[in-house]
């Protein structure tokens, strides 16, 4: 079976400085995607960085980065130089090869502090 | 790109109203739909998956009758939701997919609060 586990349900970070948001996955598929999505308060879900498990790189996607360690089956978000507006839920979610079905983690609240 | 519109945004009905929301895939053709809901504080349940051209594939425990989903063309899919009861208030939210496979990545419409009275 698939799973995501985010097992911050809050952080908080200064303006400016970079954070990082913690995801780890289990799954028996030889291939997969990860994906971040960023929701806040208004509810749409926003789509931030995709990485695939046979990428040899991290994905970037301007201030967004995917810290992909295919060992220790995690894919941690890292945002650097935070801005008040990054304030939110952040999903982790994961694809398999089988089936259409996105699995998503519990989410992480950010809280950016000026 | 990969633009995806819901409507209604807000809907408050009376209890035993059938409410329809739509979600429409504004940029591109999306042969498959998904259909969540959330709850305040807690991640997304899927609760059904909608194929153009065929019938959809509920998650268990969502009930057909309850929710029914259409998936008329490539790039408009609806859900209604037939004798809302209050139980039935929360947040829906749908999504298109675009891509292949794994790379598959799912574009979330604005999402839908329904309040029944």
């Known amino acids: 079976a698939q799973k995501i586990t985010q097992t911050q349900p809050g952080m908080f970070v200064q303006e400016k400085e970079a954070v990082t948001l913690d995801c780890t996955y289990d799954?028996?598929?030889?291939?997969?995607?990860l994906f971040w999505y960023k929701q806040p308060s208004s509810g749409e879900m926003i789509f931030l960085i995709y990485?695939?498990?046979?990428?040899?790189q991290n994905a970037t996607e301007g201030r967004y980065s995917l810290n992909f360690q295919k060992a220790r089956k995690s894919a941690n978000l890292v945002i650097s130089a935070s801005q008040l507006g990054d304030s939110a839920m952040y999903f982790c979610a994961m694809k398999g090869n089988q089936g259409g079905k996105l699995i998503f983690g519990q989410g992480t609240e950010l809280s950016v502090k000026p | 790109g990969a633009v995806v519109s819901q409507h209604p945004s807000w809907v408050i009905c009376k209890s035993g109203t059938s409410v329809k929301i739509e979600c429409r895939s504004l940029d591109f053709q999306a042969t498959t739909m998904f259909w969540y809901r959330q709850f305040p504080k807690q991640s997304l349940m899927l609760m059904a998956t909608?194929?153009?051209?065929?019938?959809?594939?509920?998650e268990q425990g969502v009930e057909k009758d309850k929710f029914l989903i259409n998936h008329a063309s490539l790039t408009l899919s609806t859900l209604t939701v037939t004798s809302a009861h209050p139980e039935d208030s929360s947040f829906y939210i749908c999504?298109?997919?675009?891509?292949?496979?794994?790379?598959?990545?799912?574009?979330f419409g604005p999402g839908t609060r329904l309040l029944v009275l």
């Open positions: 909608s194929n153009e051209g065929s019938k959809a594939t509920y």
């Open positions: 799954t028996s598929d030889p291939s997969y995607g």
């Open positions: 990485q695939g498990s046979y990428d040899q």
């Open positions: 999504s298109a997919e675009s891509g292949r496979g794994y790379q598959e990545t799912q574009y």
